[in-house]
């Protein structure tokens, strides 16, 4: 008797343990899903604010990777996120077109800007991104690049080829490889001159000398997609859930949402999903 007492216990522990795995482990994994996004999304505070809304209305968790644009993308190519939030149209597109994502959805948009030292030796202040580029380039102007790939970078290359720089930036040029944040940290610190996004500019806060020096051009407007990453390439995606986060952002209440986020009572994201 005493053997079948503890055997029974046993057998009913082991009866139990898949299902014990299974309340653990199961819903929390199915219950969040992986983006791979842009640090300025993350850096602007956007997500801080975003994300909790989604989760009350889905249940769902995000899990944010903030890269450069162009590292996210190659994050969802290897099959490491479910969805994408990001931010160069060019390479979105063609994303998609090469069969890594479902399809592509504007969502909203902000602007870049030139800042730089407030005395502005180079001379550079007022609404021409490619006549500003240009006096840096002549001057040798002291200059941050992300130089990481990200959608920042790829529009500064943009800007410095109207320019005709796209060779010959000056020796004051440099390539930080780092995010949005750490190049506004260099250029403050060294007085310097980078582009940067308008969103991440205005919650940061170690500004040091630095002031918006060119803006208002229409070249500088700054695009951003959401894309479902493609789950015949990738069958461990979580497409449905991942749906779930393009079907709130770009509707009434998501896109709400993003234009209520502000900083100073200044808007940072424009929503334009109905475009």
């Not at 959401?226 to 991942?242: F, L, S, T, Y």
């Amino acid at each position: 008797m005493k053997n079948l007492k503890s055997f029974w216990p046993l057998a009913l522990v082991r009866k139990a343990l898949p299902a014990i795995v299974f309340a653990v482990c199961g819903p929390a994994f199915a219950q969040s899903i992986a983006m791979a996004s842009t640090t300025s999304t993350e850096q602007s505070g956007l997500f801080g604010y975003l994300l909790p809304e989604f989760k009350k209305t889905s249940g769902l968790d995000v899990k944010v990777v903030a890269l450069g644009t162009g590292q996210a993308l190659d994050t969802a190519r290897r099959g490491d996120a479910d969805v994408l939030f990001v931010h160069d149209q060019v390479a979105e597109e063609k994303f998609v077109a090469d069969g890594w994502g479902v399809k592509r959805y504007p969502v909203m948009y902000n602007d870049f800007i030139l800042v730089g030292p407030q005395n502005d030796a180079a001379g550079v202040k007022g609404k021409d991104i490619v006549g500003a580029l240009k006096k840096l380039a002549a001057g040798n102007g002291d200059f941050v690049s992300r130089g990481d790939k990200s959608g920042t970078h790829a529009a500064e290359l943009r800007y410095w080829k109207l320019a005709g720089a796209d060779a010959a930036k000056g020796s004051g040029y440099k390539e930080c490889g780092c995010g949005m944040g750490p190049a506004l940290n260099i250029a403050a610190s060294s007085g310097a001159y980078a582009l940067a996004d308008r969103g991440t500019w205005l919650n940061f806060k170690n500004r040091a000398d630095l002031a918006v020096l060119v803006e208002g051009d229409t070249r500088l407007f700054n695009q951003y997609g959401v894309m479902v990453v493609n789950p015949a390439r990738h069958p461990h995606v979580k497409a449905q859930d991942a749906q779930k986060f393009v079907d709130w952002v770009v509707s009434p209440a998501g896109q709400t949402a993003i234009a209520n986020y502000k900083i100073g009572g200044e808007q940072l994201f424009f929503p334009n999903a109905a475009k």
